[in-house]
């Protein structure tokens, strides 16, 4: 072979490994720009008083209620007789306190599965209970990562904390650290706050001669923010309303009967253990099932439908443990118990839920067609009012627990074997609220099916569904 064919030939096969290279590189590069998931959900848990969500539709913000799934791009905020809480996928929780907003920045998936979240407080008082975990194997172990951005600062959690964060003004903001440690790093630098400690930061002032490259005769050295670290921290009126969410989760997050569903989500577990019982039937296995239901009551008949971008229309339920049940599993009707939950589908986050072996005249609201506002089934959705008008509550047959505010009542299981011998509705005594603003005016009846004047209140909206199971 000649030298000019031999160099021809090494040419092509050359051209050819190149170009094999080159789609190598941009498939390598596609992964990789794909690597994080956008696919997280996070629920809406808990809605005190005026609540707004901006669910990224373009519609700007709407009335909020419980059990609203919350994605990347949503905003929440409180009125000064609100407060909100959103629960992660693995129970760990972002509090709101009244005149707050929170933007949702980033809900994401990294490579090893694990939680990258990141929120940015726009305005006032915002509290953090963390339990991140870690993924992968024990040399190259990545974890959960939750970052909390407010003006100019930026606060990393990687391990356990549980924190509160005050953007009082422009130019002034307050750390306090309740459990674990956290690190905070902006213009004024990096630092490290442990627990039982606070830091104050003074935000330095925006002057544009300083930020203006083409003002040099004007030009100053830009200011950076201050800060100021203390071995202990002050109290906020929504401290003891924090402490009783953290109470109530730390108590029945892991209860005996909840444990053993082996769910890999501990968002909504709570609220399960609280509000119901796990138990095994003959032929449907480990199932779950509410306190204060009938033969007659449908896990259907109350809730709504929300319109979310990319996804269309998501059934929500109107109960205060209507979120695992809803979104994983299936509801199955088993004869003589009636309608239970079977845990199950972990893989698969269900926009509709999933019916299993229902009666034949059930009918299953159908998700709307068209449109993009909130529709009401039944006694629709549901927000507790802003302050309990009385310290008594009266619990209905049939009612599943809508009115029952969490943690509000104790031994709740006890009162549900008092209904089940005596089908009658109950009046017992709620624990005290836990609010610094002013006692809102009660709310009225909703109906045969509807709560005390101290109950969940389910809120109107301009559509409502006719379908009634």
């Keep these: 072979m000649s030298i000019a064919k031999f160099g021809k030939k090494c ?56 059990n609203l799934p919350v994605i990347e791009g949503c905003k929440l905020k409180t009125g000064k007789d609100g407060r909100a809480e959103v629960e992660f996928e693995d129970g760990s929780a972002l509090r709101l306190a009244p005149d707050t907003e929170v933007d949702f920045t980033h809900l994401a998936l990294g490579d090893d599965g694990q939680k990258l979240s990141a929120a940015q407080l726009v305005s006032g008082t915002v509290y953090a209970d963390l339990h991140p975990k870690t993924y992968g194997k024990d040399k190259e172990k990545t974890g959960d990562q939750f970052q909390l951005n407010f ?21 002034k903001a307050t750390v306090a650290v309740f459990k674990g440690k956290l690190s905070a790093t902006g213009p004024s630098g990096q630092f490290e706050l442990a627990e039982k400690h606070s830091a104050t930061l003074a935000f330095a002032k ?13 030009a100053k050295p830009a200011r ?16 003891a309303w924090d402490r009783h969410q953290t109470e109530y989760h730390d108590r029945y997050a892991t209860a005996a009967g909840g444990a053993s569903i082996a769910s890999p989500y501990a968002y909504g577990m709570s609220d399960l253990n609280y509000y119901g019982n796990f138990m095994t039937v003959p ?16 896990p259907f008949q109350d809730g709504g439908f929300a319109f979310y971008p990319g996804a269309g229309y998501m059934f929500v339920s109107g109960y205060p443990w209507g979120w695992m049940p809803y979104n994983y599993g299936a509801w ?29 005249k059930m009918i299953v609201p159908p998700a709307p067609a068209t449109g993009r ?30 009115g029952v505010p969490r943690g509000s009542v104790n031994h709740l299981d006890r009162l549900a074997k008092t209904m089940e011998r005596t089908p009658r509705s109950i009046v017992t005594t709620i624990a005290p609220p836990q609010q610094p603003f002013p006692v809102a005016s009660a709310v009225s009846g909703v109906g045969a099916r509807g709560t005390s004047p101290t109950g969940m209140a389910p809120t109107g909206s301009t559509h409502r569904s006719g379908v009634h199971p």
């Design 11 to 66: 040419g092509k096969e050359l051209g050819k490994t190149l170009a094999i290279c080159a789609v190598l590189a941009a498939a390598f590069l596609t992964v990789s720009a794909s690597a994080e998931s956008k696919a997280r959900i996070v629920r809406l848990s808990e809605v005190e008083g005026t609540v707004q969500l901006d669910r990224a539709t373009g519609d700007g913000f709407d009335k909020a209620f419980i």
């Design 151 to 171: 003006a100019r600062e930026s606060v990393t959690v990687s391990d356990a904390a549980h924190f509160r964060v005050e953007l009082g003004s422009a130019s």
């Design 206 to 218: 925006d002057d544009a001669a300083n930020h203006d490259p083409a003002n040099n005769a004007a």
């Design 224 to 239: 950076s923010d201050a800060f100021v670290l203390a071995k202990n921290y002050d109290d906020d009126p929504s401290d």
């Design 283 to 298: 032929g449907f296995g480990n199932v779950w099932q509410p306190y204060f239901i009938g033969s007659n009551w449908s």
């Design 332 to 360: 199955a009707y088993a004869p003589v118990y009636g309608w239970v939950w079977q845990p199950g589908n972990w893989n698969t986050w269900n926009a509709l839920p999933m019916v299993v072996n229902a009666p034949a």
């Design 373 to 402: 506002k909130t529709v009401m089934v039944g006694l629709g959705l549901a927000a507790n009012p802003a302050g309990e008008a009385s310290r008594r509550l009266t619990i209905n047959p049939n009612s599943a627990g809508f």
